[in-house]
Every structure is written in structure tokens, then in C-alpha cells.
T-cell receptor
Framework: DVKVTQSSRYLVKRTGEKVFLECVQDMDHENMFWYRQDPGLGLRLIYFSYDVKMKEKGDIPEGYSVSREKKERFSLILESASTNQTSMYLC??????????????FGPGTRLTVL | GEDVEQSLFLSVREGDSSVINCTYTDSSSTYLYWYKQEPGAGLQLLTYIFSNMDMKQDQRLTVLLNKKDKHLSLRIADTQTGDSAIYFCAERRGGSQGNLIFGKGTKLSVKP
């Protein structure tokens, strides 16, 4: 089974802090994604990465950056956390070959509260 | 419109069938997906259908695809309380670099 893990299930930070959210997948997937999920808005794509050291902006990249130094790890960085970044953050990875191509596998999520 | 649309809520009684509907936007979408999210958890892939199919059945789940109307549905037979969750429809649009566009999710409540 594919396993995607996220470093924290719950996180509380203060406004202005730098926040790191870590995601690790164990299936050698090339593609990885960060979403945020808010009530009534569904999932919105923040950033994605096709491979190591590659990154692309999603629909709502403002206030975020990412890092992909190793294939299995994709980090989301909030340079200066703000209260409007309080949300559930979901990481996903994707296998790009074979019959199950394009299926994204999700981690359990990190619920971030910024005070 | 540009959005994947789903109704936000559905309530059924245990043992009944549930039908969750979704309309998508891109006729060139290659894959369409249903994900399930239980409270406090991430998204779990339930099933998917390739765009050249019109039906897929997997145990209690039946997916119907109407490409003409860009309509996707998920039927859960003999719904159980453990099926209570949020169900997301998603499309993989052609030319979108393989990224998924998600609906806002349908919250299914199953009453005993």
C-alpha cells in the first residue's frame, strides 16, 4: 500500500512565525502536491512538484513556498504565518505510470491554527 | 462554469441506497475520481473511471458516467453508518499537467 505521512496532525503557531509542514511518501512517486482544505471551498492546490528540485505554483501560492530536495519528501513553508492560513493542509503523491496513472494518494492532513 | 459541482449535503437511512451527483466541466477529462474523507482524516481514493467507460461497479459502489451531460454519479448500495463521510468528485483535465480539479465535497449522513 502507498503510504503518505505528514509530520504533524495538529499544529498551533503564532502570527509571524515561520512554519514548516513536512510530507513523506514511501512509493518512489515522482509527483507530489500540497492542498489546503477549507469549509465550503473544497480543496485548493497550493504548489506541486514533478520531480526533485522542481516546483510549480498551483491556484493559491501566495504566502507559501515549497522545497523538494529528495524524491520522497515535499515541504510546505509558510514564511510568516498569518491567521488566514489557518486551515487543513493535505499532501498527496502520484504515480505517473501504468494503469493506475494519475491517481493521487493523500496523507492524513495537518490541521494548522495560527493565533 | 469552471467548477466541479456537487451538492453539499445528503442524508439517507441505513440500508437505503445513496446517490451522490457531480457535474464536471472538461469534456476532454481522461479520468474521473471519487474520494472519501472521514472526519479528521485525509482523502482516500474510493474508485475512478476512465472517460471511455460509462459504468464501473465495485462491490457496493457503482459509478455512472454521462459524457454528453458531463455528469458523474456514485451510488452506494445498502448504505451503512460507516459510510458517513465527505465524498469528493475530481476530474483530471486534459492538458492540465495531470492535476486534479476537486468539487467542494458532499457530506453524507447516514441515520440508523
Amino acid at each position: 500500500d502507498v503510504k503518505v505521512t505528514q509530520s504533524s496532525r495538529y499544529l498551533v503557531k503564532r502570527t509571524g512565525e515561520k512554519v514548516f509542514l513536512e510530507c513523506v511518501q514511501d512509493m518512489d512517486h515522482e509527483n507530489m502536491f500540497w492542498y489546503r482544505q477549507d469549509p465550503g471551498l473544497g480543496l485548493r492546490l497550493i504548489y506541486f512538484s514533478y520531480d526533485v528540485k522542481m516546483k510549480e505554483k498551483g491556484d493559491i501560492p501566495e504566502g507559501y513556498s515549497v522545497s523538494r530536495e529528495k524524491k520522497e519528501r515535499f515541504s510546505l513553508i509558510l514564511e510568516s504565518a498569518s491567521t488566514n492560513q489557518t486551515s487543513m493542509y493535505l499532501c498527496a503523491s502520484r504515480w505517473t505510470g501504468g494503469f493506475m496513472a494519475d491517481t493521487q494518494y493523500f496523507g492524513p492532513g495537518t490541521r494548522l491554527t495560527v493565533l | 462554469g469552471e467548477d466541479v459541482e456537487q451538492s453539499l449535503f445528503l442524508s439517507v437511512r441505513e440500508g437505503d441506497s445513496s446517490v451522490i451527483n457531480c457535474t464536471y466541466t472538461d469534456s476532454s477529462s481522461t479520468y474521473l475520481y471519487w474520494y472519501k474523507q472521514e472526519p479528521g482524516a485525509g482523502l482516500q481514493l474510493l474508485t475512478y473511471i476512465f472517460s471511455n467507460m460509462d459504468m464501473k461497479q465495485d462491490q457496493r459502489l457503482t459509478v455512472l458516467l454521462n459524457k454528453k451531460d458531463k455528469h458523474l454519479s456514485l451510488r452506494i448500495a445498502d448504505t451503512q453508518t460507516g459510510d458517513s463521510a465527505i465524498y469528493f468528485c475530481a476530474e483530471r483535465r486534459g492538458g492540465s499537467q495531470g492535476n486534479l480539479i476537486f468539487g467542494k465535497g458532499t457530506k453524507l449522513s447516514v441515520k440508523p
